[in-house]
């Protein structure tokens, strides 16, 4: 009998993970011919998130938990989950919230039964404000747009992996893992499935602005050149920009024989907002670069756990 394992991480979310794991016990028992396992990975949670799952794994030996020491953030706290999972094919990401639809479990077991190693969710529809629609679109533009890894738009973490690309990640040493481009990074026949990314239904999301701008930017700097092209782009934008200006006032000057500003401003102005605009730009996007060595070479591991529960025998 194959096992199937479905990674959930989950921060505060004791108003949801009963539902997330009712949700997928509910399935399998339209698939008997398969396995379940199913990984709770609890950051470090404040409420009774952790009770409840103790409740769960102590009544069914299925569900497995890991507990970490700390809040590591959730992409290094899924990507544990992943490397613990020991299924023949793993989901990589079920959010406890069921925004990602766990119905669709059974058809991406089709069809990786079909020969697909990867089987990918793409969030055609999202059920979320235009502004953050519009963030998102621009953002995983760039990200596709500018990578060597060739990832369709709306790819999320929400895809079922064969072991054999789950064996492949973990060749990757990587600190800061970026699953959703990890997996099309090591390759493998792959098949999208549409689907709507539903709004949230109970409490509210634990990803603020600035941890969305953090995991966004470790995408950027780990998968694309987009940091160092936009500081070459905005560079050159100031830098022209200040030319054009010298050049207008000389062309005011000779022409009309009047003056933009008093004689060495036009000249400050100019050489303050060139070099300026280059260094800073530029500084900033080599500042990613040295934080992203910075993480690799120090070699700590993913996270600290401080415990796991149903692990047998305990790794």
């Not at 199937?4 to 997330?20: K, Q």
């Not at 990803?207 to 560079?235: C, E, H, I, K, Y």
């Not at 120090?298 to 600290?304: D, E, Y």
Request: hydrophobic content about 45%.
């Amino acid at each position: 009998m194959k096992t199937i394992s479905i990674v959930t991480p989950c921060f505060n979310e004791e108003l949801s993970v009963r539902d997330a794991y009712e949700a997928v016990r509910d399935l399998f028992k339209e698939m008997p011919n398969y396995q379940r396992e199913h990984i709770f990975c609890d950051n470090a949670s404040t409420d009774g998130t952790l009770a409840i799952l103790r409740e769960i794994a102590a009544e069914d030996p299925c569900v497995k938990i890991i507990v970490n020491a700390r809040n590591f953030g959730p992409l290094r706290n899924t990507y544990n989950g992943v490397m613990a999972a020991a299924g023949d094919a793993v989901l990589l990401f079920l959010p406890a919230d069921l925004q990602d639809p766990p119905e669709l479990l059974p058809k991406f077991v089709g069809l990786w039964e079909q020969g697909y190693e990867i089987v990918y969710g793409i969030r055609a529809q999202r059920e979320e404000g235009w502004t953050m629609r519009f963030a998102r679109g621009v953002y995983y533009s760039l990200l596709t747009k500018f990578s060597e890894v060739v990832v369709p738009p709306g790819v999320g973490d929400f895809q079922l992996v064969d072991r054999r690309v789950i064996e492949a990640m973990r060749q990757v040493r990587d600190g800061y893992p970026f699953m959703r481009m990890m997996t099309f990074e090591c390759g493998g026949r792959a098949i999208g499935v549409p689907y709507t990314w539903r709004a949230r239904k109970k409490g509210i999301s634990k990803n603020r602005a600035l941890a969305l701008f953090d995991q966004g930017m470790n995408g950027l700097v780990s998968f694309t050149t987009a940091p160092v092209r936009v500081g070459l782009f905005g560079g050159f934008v100031l830098a022209s920009a200040s030319v054009f200006y010298a050049l207008a006032n000389l062309f005011i000057s000779v022409v009309f024989y009047r003056q933009l500003a008093e004689p060495g401003i036009m000249t400050i102005i100019v050489a303050l907002f060139f070099f300026s605009g280059v260094q800073l730009f530029f500084l900033g996007m080599i500042g990613e670069y040295v934080l992203a060595i910075y993480g690799q070479v120090r070699h700590k591991p993913v996270l600290f756990e401080r415990e796991r529960i149903n692990f047998f025998p305990p790794n």
